[in-house]
């Protein structure tokens, strides 16, 4: 079952053309997959004091249509292992009033401790456990 | 010779693991494709107002190293043609200080006009043209 | 009856210090006031196609307490008339586990045309009628 | 003499009213506060870092032009002792073309320490020495 998390277009987020700034899906993305590791019991901003610092190393993005003013949407999170270290989030950002897909989004990330090395904590390690 | 921007990270665009935000990258990147527009003629804003929207439809970002508070930095713009209609910059991160390559990117774009038609004026489609 | 919105705080809003940024706040209190107009049959982006624009003129705003990553809080927005084409909000952010008031703000507004004239539609010059 | 930065216009920064976004002027004039702090060699982020926090308390903002995409300007910082624990910033944001006055802003700050106590390190303390 796919993670969501809902949220509706706040006018500030739009910019000179009307729609939503490609930046700010980046936003979006990024607070549903911290949703995503709160539901799991991570906490993101925790980690950070604790020196561990998840990071994206890579994304890509496919933007397909703009989001407008007012509209109501969600971000649908889907957790993939990619090797030993590294992680990746499947991410879509879907329209609510007609199923439209606006976004997809492949995001890959790592742990990284103090000294910027690799460090993947168990908890962070086990959401991301290969099917048997 | 490549097209540069000259920037230096401000506090308020790194977030609580004290680093530069992922999404702000974006911003970095749109700006210094706005300048290479604009350095060529084509304001990007005049074009909104005229209805014509350039849009992107993909990016991927390698991001390799963390931007800090106060860090000195350039983002350089290379325009490619992709297709009739599409077009892309490559775009890099550099830090001033040391040289050293703190992201990468490809992004590609289009044009639509307000029907959300594909449209390439004139004063677009000749800064991607072809090499003969 | 005083309007609401419900919020809470995302992770990419909070600066270096681990706090909501400053800055973060007037995108609080100005989706809130968004909100509330809208309820009211409002529509700031319409309004802005149409060429008038509701504009800030003035803001004071008295910073309590701060706001941390995943805080639930509300936005409360009460509308005030201060003159025949000014009008203000007094506006509340309140945490939600405690009551504990965040920040008191007041925004002081009015509405504009094409020309950057004063030029208050009616149905925002009901919305802030002195009570009889 | 007052301390300058100089800035310009980002299209990202503007809203769908097709202007900077009131938010943003925060960012500027914080921007602006910190180069200022910088010049006198007080770091913001480093002071973050010793758990010892720069908070704005109040602001009071008239807004009285737009700026547009494009605009340069600079904002002006002018150190102002409130009281012993309080101090505040005069700041001006100054379109360059024609010197006008876009907007006018009061920060009144405090510094606060772990424990969230007023403590002003002598670094600060000094930044707002009364005139004899």
Do not use: W
């Amino acid at each position: 079952m796919t993670f969501k998390v809902d949220f509706k277009v706040r006018d500030y987020e739009c910019d000179l053309q009307g729609i939503v700034n490609n930046s700010v899906y980046f936003n979006y993305l990024e607070h549903a997959r911290h949703e995503f590791l709160s539901a799991q019991g991570v906490d993101f901003a925790k980690l950070a004091k604790d020196k561990i610092n998840l990071v994206v190393i890579r994304s890509e993005m496919d933007y397909k249509h703009s989001l407008l003013p007012g509209d109501e949407f969600y971000v649908a999170v889907e957790p993939q292992r990619v090797s030993r270290l590294k992680f990746a989030f499947k991410q879509m950002v879907v329209r609510k009033c007609d199923d439209k897909v606006m976004l997809n989004a492949l995001v890959i990330g790592t742990s990284v401790n103090e000294k910027g090395r690799p460090f993947l904590p168990a908890q962070i390690d086990q959401l991301f456990k290969p099917a048997p």
